[in-house]
């Protein structure tokens, strides 16, 4: 009774919690940029809608394709719900924190990468190559300054556990620090927009086969596995907003209530943000991308020469 309490009740909880809010945000931006662009636009709830009707359906598999594509959908859903337990949202602490445990959320996000990477691959469609080829090129530019900001941070919290790194330590670090954080949050961002693939990096909307990097690797998906690669979506786009809304209002009022609505009010905030930048820019070319990461990097580092010559 004490393991179900103490142990998988929080876990269930946190699941809980990640997988009915994620897609919901991602809804706020289909509607932000709907707004901008004069239209009604869908209901902020349509994934919601979407996700139940592929659950409804049957997959429907390619004549080349083997395991590796008909497993990739559910070892991606499974590396994001794994990696969600060692996130802390707002009040909610991490079900699974220990030191080094950023290391392992790093290297969950490229476990999930390299399936779908494979999946893509194991059709046997260059369509789908390319975007695999794009993906794997972009993704080692954003993972060098996601690196770069979890050293700043954890520098900053003295701790290589990402609890502690955007927990109860941050609110002192905005105390000396506010350029290195300003710098971290930015740089962040553009790792967020990378990640998710949203513009300018990607475009999720779009199906041109020029600018296409993640919609065309799962255009092959249908039914369940397609819903299982849409909710993966939303919940590391939860994930990442979740830490950068973390490190930007890390509020502790003492309040339960208090606390929750700040954290949800802030991700509501970044979630608008994130439909205004899709609506104010357009998407950059490939070549260009690349200039951006490394920007994005750049200022990571920046920020790790200002931790060091402050400490």
Same mark, same amino acid.
Request: with cysteine; hydrophobic share 60%; charged share 15%.
């Given at each position: 009774?004490?393991?179900?309490?103490?142990?998988?009740?929080?876990v269930l909880f946190h699941w809980g919690g990640v997988c009915l809010f994620a897609p919901f945000f991602l809804g706020v931006i289909a509607r932000v940029k709907a707004f901008f662009s004069g239209k009604t636009g869908p209901s902020v709830f349509q994934l919601y809608f979407d996700l139940a009707k592929l659950f409804r359906k049957k997959c429907v598999y390619s004549g080349t394709a083997?395991?590796?594509?008909?497993a990739a959908p559910a070892v991606i859903l499974g590396v994001m719900l794994t990696l969600s337990l060692m996130v802390p949202f707002g009040r909610f602490k991490?079900?699974?924190?220990?030191?080094g445990d950023v290391l392992l959320a790093v290297y969950l996000l490229a476990v999930?990468?390299?399936?779908?990477i494979?999946?893509?691959?194991?059709?046997?469609?260059?369509?789908?190559?390319?975007?695999?080829?794009?993906?794997?090129?972009?993704?080692?530019?954003?993972?060098?300054?996601?690196?770069? $900001?979890?050293?700043? =941070?954890? @520098? /900053?919290?003295k701790s290589i556990s990402l609890s502690q790194m955007i927990g109860a330590n941050i609110p002192m670090s905005w105390g000396g620090m506010e350029p290195v954080l300003l710098l971290v949050v930015v740089s962040f961002f553009i790792v967020l927009l990378a990640e998710n693939c949203r513009i300018p990096i990607d475009d999720p909307e779009t199906h041109l086969e020029?600018?296409?990097i993640h919609e065309v690797m799962i255009l092959d998906h249908s039914g369940v596995d397609l819903a299982f690669m849409l909710h993966a979506a939303a919940m590391k786009f939860f994930i990442f907003s979740g830490i950068l809304v973390s490190i930007i209002i890390?509020?502790?009022?003492?309040?339960?209530?208090m606390d929750m609505a700040i954290f949800f009010g802030g991700m509501l905030g970044l979630a608008v943000l994130v439909g205004v930048v899709e609506s104010t820019t357009a998407r950059f070319r490939? $070549?260009?991308?690349? =200039?951006? @990461? /490394?920007?994005s990097f750049a200022l990571a580092f920046f920020g790790l020469i200002v931790t060091l010559w402050r400490a």
């Open positions: 009774m004490d393991f179900i309490l103490n142990k998988a009740l929080p083997t395991w590796i594509f008909r991490a079900p699974v924190q220990f030191s999930g990468r390299f399936f779908m494979l999946a893509a691959l194991d059709t046997g469609s260059s369509f789908e190559g390319m975007g695999a080829s794009r993906e794997a090129f972009f993704s080692c530019l954003s993972e060098l300054a996601l690196f770069m $900001n979890f050293i700043v =941070l954890a @520098l /900053l919290a020029l600018t296409m890390p509020v502790r009022t003492g309040n339960a209530v490939l $070549n260009r991308v690349r =200039l951006l @990461l /490394l920007i």
